[in-house]
């Protein structure tokens, strides 16, 4: 197949990814049954590991022999959703303008997704000498454990890749490095009482308040650092998303909730963090809920907490990548993907992608064609050092 054949393969497969609505709170197993319904057309079987509920599933396709030192090329299936945001032209049906294509996952990371697939002809035709192993996951968008399963096959039951690309959006770029993510659940439990008559309750909302504020400044000690120019911005985060609580303006608010998260620097722990606000809720925060009456209580519960990629210089991942981009360098990014628990299994791992992470989550998420190209080139050239 041409170039030009094999990108308007990959367009084609955009299209009918997009169409299947796989926002993380449904299942993904429309695209998994149309993966496999692929695959299963070139003569090739994949291998499901489903979630316990068995409503989600990640899979794994490996191509050529089934050999250690393969390279596995990883994406996820989920998407965002789109409530609430004003799209130009429904969100589930490709759009093509100006070179570029728009719909939900199109960027992040839907478009990846199809280039592998378009690939797959050229892969199993390419007398590979080392195993293309071709992983997609589920709940990436929410808590990264779907892809955990697959992961502990390699090195037993199935193959020991040599190297891991996660295709999530870097411009094609060679990301050695992301920030960690944690993501936490306040619970704050006061008592209610008249809003004149303070002394017998608990202010469940105030407090909960006082908490927000020391994140806050702890979020604003971090800008201090340490610091690493690499990332923007520089420095770890942290970040209040969602407060709700109270049920009347003259009522001592019985419950407050608030979600927040941390995005660490690859060595700066969320356990860390977690332990400075818990510092202040015990010494500060919890006295002052109950300065009144006993009983009520404060209580953080960690939902999240998906690793950092820590920079490996010169590992297999990294000079592959590079040497298949055509470039010197390499790039971190801020955000977090799946890399981190596959260097965590001790594999050596990289994030290369097509389309800029600046469209992801947005309305109107598009990639352009052009970069498409690109992803289509790098696997090419991929084929190509497999086969040698």
């Not at 944690?182 to 908490?211: C, K, Q, W, Y």
Request: charged share 20%; net charge negative; with cysteine.
């Amino acid at each position: 197949m041409t170039g030009g054949g094999r990108l308007a393969e990959a367009k084609a497969l955009l299209r009918r990814l997009i169409a299947i609505d796989s926002v993380s709170d449904a299942s993904n197993l429309p695209v998994v049954d149309f993966v496999e319904a692929y695959l299963r057309s070139l003569g090739l079987e994949a291998r499901r590991a489903p979630n316990a509920a068995g409503d989600k599933a990640a899979i794994l396709a490996t191509i050529g022999p089934r050999f250690d030192g393969g390279v596995v090329l990883s994406g996820h299936t989920d998407v965002v959703p789109v409530e609430g945001q004003p799209w130009s032209s429904p969100p589930f049906a490709l759009r093509e303008e100006s070179g570029r294509l728009f719909g939900r996952g199109a960027c992040d990371m839907k478009g990846f997704a199809a280039c592998v697939l378009a690939m797959v002809p050229a892969f199993r035709d390419a007398g590979l000498k080392r195993p293309v192993h071709i992983v997609l996951s589920y709940d990436e968008e929410t808590t990264c454990l779907g892809s955990r399963d697959v992961i502990g096959w390699f090195g037993k039951d199935e193959p020991l890749p040599a190297a891991v690309i996660v295709g999530e959006p870097t411009m094609m770029a060679v990301a050695d490095a992301h920030k960690s993510v944690a993501t936490f659940r306040t619970l704050v439990t006061g008592r209610e009482a008249h809003s004149a008559m303070p002394a017998l309750g608990a202010n469940a909302v105030a407090v909960a308040a006082d908490i927000v504020s020391e994140i806050g400044d702890l979020a604003r000690a971090y800008e201090e650092g340490p610091l690493d120019s690499r990332f923007t911005p520089p420095y770890s985060t942290l970040h209040v998303g969602m407060i709700r609580g109270g049920t009347a303006r003259n009522i001592l608010a019985r419950e407050c909730v608030f979600e927040w998260e941390f995005r660490g620097l690859p060595g700066v722990s969320s356990a860390s963090a977690m332990a400075k606000v818990q510092a202040f809720v015990d010494a500060v925060a919890t006295p002052r809920l109950t300065r009144f009456v006993s009983g009520p209580a404060i209580a953080t519960i960690m939902e999240v907490d998906v690793p950092p990629l820590a920079p490996a210089p010169g590992s297999a991942a990294e000079r592959l990548a590079l040497r298949l981009t055509r470039s010197n360098q390499t790039i971190a990014v801020s955000f977090a993907t799946e890399s981190g628990h596959f260097q965590a299994a001790g594999l050596p791992t990289i994030v290369c992608g097509p389309g800029s992470i600046d469209q992801a989550h947005k309305p109107d998420e598009f990639v352009d064609e052009a970069q498409l190209a690109a992803c289509l080139e790098f696997l090419q050239r991929l084929a190509d050092d497999l086969a040698r």
